[in-house]
């Protein structure tokens, strides 16, 4: 998958040479100089399968503590957000279970899910804190996700997610908490380098976007980039309040504007929506395809894992999500996985299409046409992946 040209991108019975971890020829292997064999010291033969760029997922919350399927079953046997919570449901019970484990159980579970997504050929992960919620977790929880690429061979990129929720401890207070995020948490994140970007949860069950806006201030003044949960469940004009920032991303947006659209355009900010959740929660209310695509606003797509709304470690099943929920096309949900998941992490220089000069990150597949991606379900055809150029384990 290829910049231009055919549909995908595509070059048929293509060949590309890796030096030092980066690709630094692509083409049609009729375009070649010699015979393989004479140009490199290495040849592998692909077998007729196709290749894409190694698969990224630009929004997970893998490093937590604890489960909820309790909750889920008490969901769907009829009971309500409220009584979930009075049974100690919902997401401070994540919270509770994050800050009781410790930094190795954290890193033993993430590395689970952050392994069935590897299986699958994602090679960029973007990992938030943001079910801690006081000074030690937070770092915990960012310190847990750094060492899963030392861990594993996938590059990771953290995100300070301080601003998820309103702890117990700051109940009715809101604006308090914003305080302590903005004054300790977020400059001791910044201290340590452990946060690549900043996000917050704009929404009325969440942060106003007063609130999310002194957050971000707060973030350029350490010079970091940000992104935001916008537009969930309803429209506060969290879309444009992210554009106003430059947002790498804004994720979500069922219920994003015209309007937000346009900002989003404008200020080159990408959408990464989550069928995930949109699925596991029922929801009605489907993101503004049309909009995205009249403005030229880059889609991109990533699992939301996350015990709570979107319990999801297969990015493929996320393709076909997004088709079929979303009506998105097969080879717009691919791109929402390589180029579009790249740009929504400030990666777009270095991954997310083979192209000469960039990391060498390329999965093969054993299937007829890329639209098999997205189109199977339970099914994981993937044969080989390869991280800055070298073979990796997938188990």
């Not at 909820?68 to 509770?96: C, D, H, Q």
């Not at 030392?150 to 809101?174: C, M, N, S």
């Not at 959408?271 to 929660?281: E, I, N």
Request: glycine fraction near 12%; charge should be negative; hydrophobic fraction near 45%.
């Amino acid at each position: 998958m290829v910049p231009g040209g055919a549909r995908y991108g595509a070059v048929a019975d293509g060949a590309v040479a890796v030096d030092d971890g980066r690709i630094v020829w692509i083409g049609a292997a009729s375009d070649l100089p010699k015979q393989p064999a004479e140009l490199a010291r290495r040849v592998e033969d692909g077998g007729g399968g196709w290749m894409t760029p190694g698969l990224i997922d630009c929004h997970t919350h893998i490093v937590h503590g604890g489960s909820r399927a309790g909750e889920f079953e008490m969901r769907l046997e009829g009971a309500s957000y409220e009584e979930i919570a009075r049974a100690g449901g919902g997401i401070l019970s994540t919270v509770k279970a994050t800050r009781a484990a410790s930094e190795q159980e954290l890193l033993a579970s993430a590395m689970r899910r952050a392994r069935r997504l590897l299986a699958e050929g994602v090679t960029v992960l973007e990992v938030k804190s943001g079910y801690g919620l006081d000074l030690d977790t937070e770092l915990k929880m960012l310190r847990v996700a750094r060492r899963l690429e030392r861990e594993l061979p996938v590059t990771v990129r953290t995100t300070f997610l301080g601003a998820h929720a309103l702890p117990p401890d700051y109940k009715d207070r809101a604006d308090a908490y914003i305080d302590f995020v903005c004054a300790e948490v977020l400059p001791a994140v910044a201290a340590e380098g452990l946060a690549d970007a900043v996000d917050a949860f704009c929404e009325g069950i969440g942060f106003s976007p007063v609130q999310t806006a002194r957050v971000f201030d707060t973030a350029a003044g350490l010079g970091l980039p940000v992104k935001l949960h916008a537009d969930q469940l309803s429209d506060l004009g969290g879309a444009a309040l992210a554009a106003g920032y430059s947002a790498l991303s804004a994720d979500h947006l069922e219920y994003t504007s015209d309007a937000g659209i346009a900002a989003m355009a404008e200020a080159g900010t990408v959408a990464v929506l989550l069928p995930g959740a949109f699925y596991f929660l029922r929801e009605k209310t489907l993101p503004p395809l049309d909009g995205f695509r009249r403005h030229g606003v880059p889609i991109a797509l990533a699992t939301d894992n996350n015990p709570g709304s979107s319990p999801a470690v297969s990015l493929l099943l996320i393709l076909n999500m997004a088709c079929t929920l979303f009506r998105m096309t097969p080879e717009e949900a691919l791109a929402g996985v390589t180029r579009n998941g790249a740009a929504a992490l400030g990666l777009g220089e270095e991954y997310g299409t083979l192209e000469v000069g960039k990391r060498a990150d390329f999965v093969l597949w054993d299937v007829e046409t890329p639209a098999d991606l997205s189109y199977r379900m339970g099914d994981n055809p993937c044969k080989q992946v390869v991280r800055h150029g070298k073979t990796v384990p997938t188990v």
